[in-house]
């Protein structure tokens, strides 16, 4: 038997559903949300194992002791979209070579927005771009955060890692085509719902090898000897359609780059 427990994206209701199941006595708990859920699960117990999946460094947190060995009751999958901005942000200059001025949109209420902002400020310094960073927690901030950017007559957008995001993204999609501001994500999603382009490891596998390990630990093995798990792979998915409504031409460049083109 599984049973689901779904915050909606409410970061504060996931103590109370990570103590219900506790209560439950459930074999395994599978923390999908991110820092915020496994982070909850966590503190609710210590002897139930918890599968996690991670946006950041589990180990910075003190989730687990180390990535080989987790040497608690947690471990999982780490796929790193928090340190990946950089990287985002050269390849959306690739696309919108002539950006000067970049938008980011942050949920403060992440665990890693600051580090990633950092990140992001430190990459657009280094390629002589102007990062406007607007911050955004609920549904009206998002809005509000476009607005703002808009304003600041950004040339293009980027949106940080983060789960409450990736629950948005239609409402993301939406304001980047209402405003035509060309916007790079962390997600595949995204760029499969209609968004522009994104750069990220390959969420479905992550989800995946929880999974794997799920049954592992059902048949005996301890979280503690299973190690934290890494991508091996990082896909570039870019949108033609999407690109041809905004008007860019894609370099040839680009296009041999990306693992996947969506029509």
Same mark, same amino acid.
């Given at each position: 038997?599984?049973?689901?427990?779904?915050?909606?994206?409410?970061?504060?209701?996931?103590?109370?559903?990570?103590?219900?199941?506790?209560?439950?006595?459930?074999?395994?708990?599978?923390?999908?949300?991110?820092?915020?859920?496994?982070?909850?699960?966590?503190?609710?117990?210590?002897?139930?194992?918890?599968?996690?999946?991670?946006?950041?460094?589990?180990?910075?947190?003190?989730?687990?002791?180390?990535?080989?060995?987790?040497?608690?009751? +947690?471990?999982? +999958?780490?796929?790193?979209?928090?340190?990946?901005?950089?990287?985002?942000?050269?390849?959306?200059?690739?696309?919108?070579?002539?950006?000067?001025?970049?938008?980011?949109?942050?949920?403060?209420?992440?665990?890693?927005?600051?580090?990633?902002?950092?990140?992001?400020?430190?990459?657009?310094?280094?390629?002589?771009?102007?990062?406007?960073?607007?911050?955004?927690?609920?549904?009206?901030?998002?809005?509000?955060?476009?607005?703002?950017?808009?304003?600041?007559?950004?040339?293009?957008?980027?949106?940080?890692?983060?789960?409450?995001?990736?629950?948005?993204?239609?409402?993301?999609?939406?304001?980047?085509?209402?405003?035509? +501001?060309?916007?790079?994500?962390?997600?595949?999603?995204?760029?499969?719902?209609?968004?522009?382009?994104?750069?990220?490891?390959?969420?479905?596998?992550?989800?995946?090898?929880?999974?794997?390990?799920?049954?592992?630990?059902?048949?005996?093995?301890?979280?503690?000897?299973?190690?934290?798990?890494?991508?091996?792979?990082?896909?570039?998915?870019?949108? +033609?359609?999407?690109?041809?409504?905004?008007?860019?031409?894609?370099?040839?460049?680009?296009?041999?780059?990306?693992?996947?083109?969506?029509?």
């Amino acid at each position: 038997m599984i049973e689901y427990r779904w915050a909606e994206g409410q970061y504060d209701r996931l103590p109370a559903l990570a103590a219900d199941l506790v209560r439950r006595q459930v074999a395994v708990i599978a923390a999908c949300g991110g820092e915020p859920s496994v982070l909850a699960a966590k503190a609710t117990t210590s002897t139930i194992p918890i599968l996690c999946i991670t946006g950041g460094d589990p180990v910075k947190l003190g989730i687990v002791a180390s990535l080989n060995r987790p040497g608690g009751n +947690v471990t999982g +999958v780490s796929i790193f979209y928090s340190v990946l901005g950089p990287k985002r942000l050269a390849l959306l200059q690739e696309l919108v070579p002539k950006m000067a001025v970049v938008g980011v949109v942050a949920n403060p209420a992440f665990v890693y927005t600051e580090d990633e902002t950092k990140e992001m400020l430190a990459a657009g310094r280094a390629l002589d771009k102007q990062i406007q960073i607007a911050s955004a927690s609920t549904d009206g901030e998002i809005d509000a955060a476009f607005g703002r950017l808009v304003e600041h007559g950004v040339d293009a957008l980027m949106v940080a890692g983060d789960p409450f995001f990736t629950n948005r993204r239609g409402r993301f999609i939406a304001l980047a085509a209402h405003h035509a +501001v060309p916007a790079m994500y962390f997600s595949r999603d995204f760029t499969a719902d209609g968004g522009l382009i994104s750069y990220g490891p390959n969420l479905a596998e992550a989800y995946q090898q929880v999974g794997v390990y799920a049954g592992q630990i059902l048949n005996g093995a301890k979280p503690a000897n299973l190690p934290v798990l890494q991508p091996t792979k990082f896909e570039l998915v870019i949108n +033609v359609k999407t690109a041809k409504t905004l008007g860019l031409e894609i370099p040839p460049k680009l296009l041999a780059l990306a693992d996947e083109v969506i029509e």
